[in-house]
């Protein structure tokens, strides 16, 4: 997978200024504040960030399915130029199925326990106009693509039946059914094991490069996005702080919070035994708007003009950051390979 | 594993090792087929007045003695029942129709339309529902008195308020799980996501709140045969009968014994295939 940035022009999602907002006792809580990115047909773009930092509420604002009564509070959602979110609920319905799939979390929970496998994955050719005996040729055929064997048979199996790895193919086989150029992956492989996880992964990989399909990768874990993704967005209290091709941003991150991140990953030749490092303090409660840097109060290299206004999200070459401090002073601490 | 038994399939199997819902069904399978066939078999009229053999005790003739008029009492319980178990299928029926629609429209739809739903839920439950069952009545009280149809259509319309509760906290706790959004996301629209995926998943607590239901109404329609508005011939005429000729001086104790023992049986299996059911339908006591 090369790296590097896409032309604005090929753009085949771009997110400019999205909001998710969750009304709460203390006041509406921005749980996605101005979030805007682009994604290229054919690339893997991770988004990266801890728990609450609003990686899922992004990606289920793009289809409109925001559980309410959370709700997207604004922002332009375009899919190859033309903004989604202007034609409502039409539109959204549009991309569903046909241009934007989902794999969810928790393979336990993302089928119907009451319907077998094969009604499920046939349903969702049948919602794209297949007739029945094509619904489910097409559901065997996926099945056996992403490596369910004795594919007509686990059709008629219950999902109960099905191991947690096998139900992640399974959904990915739901997924690719409606043939779309878009999977957004909202943590696919964290309810797995380590092992099925990296099969997953692999079969993610093949999957997308076979057919040059782009994803929107989300998860917590930057070992799982480095090997996968071609760029990385990380999030931080709703929006985006870093964004980079996945070599230069772990090679070299520039923005505190992500050299943060990385340094909380246990290094492969640290010393048995030492503690874990961990980001001192916890991330803001998202009430009002930012009127200063959200990372600023736990920030190493914060300055006093960090707490006084919101940096912008700077691009320069060929990558972004929203911070004040000099590249040079974060690039001079050792960077990891 | 392929042919595996389906989430429903399970449940049976664990009812059938419930040996209280098991009792439960067969007594209320042996209280139906006799209430079913035993008037036929018994060739009795339970309308047929005998003045010679007014109030006459337990026999061979007549197992379950007499009435007032000498009407056999055997064949009065067994088509009162019919009524009786009619009325208790029928209103819960139309009591699972309505709640089920009310509450899982309410629940999918959320926001405003749900508050404005379960406001008017809370205003009914808040009237005295006996008071609705009357006014209901009396409704039809000229035109049909003791017919069946209006005693099945006001004890439905008083009883569906707890089952659109509990469909639209299912549906709630239901719309948010990844199954549905996975549906939602391969483009299903919100018919399908109702008949498919949400209201198999809270199929369970209709079952279980339905044949809790069931004796709920038998007893409500028993109630209002006391007060003279129930239905001709069930178990709750013949009950309020019986009561009626209790006194001191002689003891036609048949008369109340026999309606009022079908009717504790028929309630107490009712309740026991309840429970089973309550306890096989729940996914987390999978022994």
């Not at chain 1, 609003?54 to 509070?73: M, T, Y």
């Not at chain 1, 790895?165 to 380590?194: F, H, K, S």
């Not at chain 2, 067994?78 to 009786?84: E, H, I, M, P």
Request: a neutral charge; aromatic letters at 6%; glycine letters at 10%.
């Amino acid at each position: 997978m090369s790296a590097g940035s896409a032309p604005a022009a090929s753009s085949l999602l771009e997110v400019q200024d999205l909001s998710v907002r969750f009304p709460g006792e203390a006041g509406e809580l921005r749980a996605v504040d101005g979030l805007s990115f682009r994604l290229a047909r054919g690339e893997v773009l991770g988004l990266v960030g801890e728990s609450g930092c609003g990686k899922s509420a992004a990606a289920l604002a793009l289809v409109d399915l925001v559980a309410p009564p959370g709700r997207r509070a604004g922002g332009r959602i375009l899919w190859e130029g033309v903004d989604v979110a202007a034609e409502g609920a039409r539109g959204f319905r549009a991309l569903r199925g046909r241009r934007i799939a989902m794999v969810f979390q928790d393979p336990m929970t993302s089928l119907n326990p009451y319907l077998r496998v094969g009604e499920q994955l046939a349903e969702a050719a049948r919602l794209r106009g297949a007739g029945r005996r094509a619904a489910r040729a097409r559901a065997e055929e996926l099945l056996e693509r992403v490596g369910i064997g004795d594919a007509a048979r686990q059709l008629r199996a219950w999902p109960h039946e099905l191991s947690g790895g096998q139900r992640q193919r399974a959904m990915l086989a739901m997924a690719l059914l409606g043939e779309p150029e878009l999977l957004v992956a909202d943590e696919p492989t964290t309810a797995l094991d380590v092992t099925t996880q990296a099969r997953i992964l692999a079969l993610l990989r093949e999957l997308q490069r076979e057919r040059g399909l782009a994803v929107l990768f989300i998860t917590h874990d930057l070992a799982v996005a480095a090997g996968l993704c071609d760029r990385v967005a990380v999030m931080y209290a709703g929006r985006i702080v870093e964004e980079a091709s996945a070599a230069a941003l772990f090679t070299r991150p520039l923005h505190p919070y992500t050299e943060a991140l990385l340094a909380c990953s246990p290094p492969m030749d640290g010393p048995r035994g030492a503690r874990l490092r961990s980001i001192e303090g916890l991330p803001p409660r998202l009430l009002a708007a930012a009127r200063a840097c959200t990372f600023a109060p736990r920030c190493p290299r914060a300055r006093p003009a960090c707490h006084e206004g919101e940096p912008l999200l700077e691009e320069r070459g060929g990558r972004s950051r929203r911070c004040i401090a000099p590249e040079a002073e974060l690039a001079e601490a050792a960077p990891r390979g | 594993m392929s042919a595996g038994a389906g989430p429903f399939a399970e449940a049976l199997a664990r009812l059938r090792r419930d040996p209280g819902a098991l009792a439960g069904a067969a007594l209320l399978a042996a209280i139906a087929a006799a209430c079913a066939f035993g008037p036929w078999l018994l060739g009795q009229d339970p309308l047929a007045t005998a003045p010679a053999l007014r109030h006459q005790p337990p026999s061979a003739a007549h197992w379950f003695g007499t009435d007032a008029l000498g009407r056999d009492l055997l064949a009065r319980v067994l088509v009162g029942g019919r009524t009786s178990l009619a009325v208790g299928l029928a209103a819960t029926a139309v009591s699972v129709g309505i709640g089920t629609l009310y509450g899982a429209v309410a629940g999918l739809y959320g926001g405003r339309i749900d508050e404005l739903l379960m406001r008017v839920v809370d205003f009914l439950y808040g009237v005295p529902y006996m008071f609705l069952v009357i006014l209901i009545m009396l409704l039809f009280a000229d035109t049909a008195r003791g017919e069946p149809l209006p005693v099945f259509v006001a004890l439905g319309l008083v009883q569906w308020l707890t089952m659109a509760r509990i469909v639209r906290g299912q549906v709630l706790s239901l719309r948010e799980r990844e199954f549905v959004l996975a549906a939602r996301v391969a483009g299903a629209g919100d018919a399908r996501i109702l008949l498919r995926h949400l209201l198999p998943n809270a199929l369970g607590p209709v079952v279980v709140y339905a044949t809790l239901t069931v004796p709920a109404v038998i007893l409500l329609e028993s109630f209002l045969s006391f007060l003279g508005l129930g239905v001709a011939l069930s178990w709750g005429e013949l009950v309020a009968e019986g009561v009626s000729v209790v006194n001191p001086v002689r003891s036609y104790w048949w008369l109340l014994a026999f309606p009022s023992g079908f009717l504790a049986a028929t309630l107490l299996a009712l309740n026991f295939l309840g429970d089973g059911l309550r306890d096989a339908l729940d996914p987390r006591s999978t022994p």
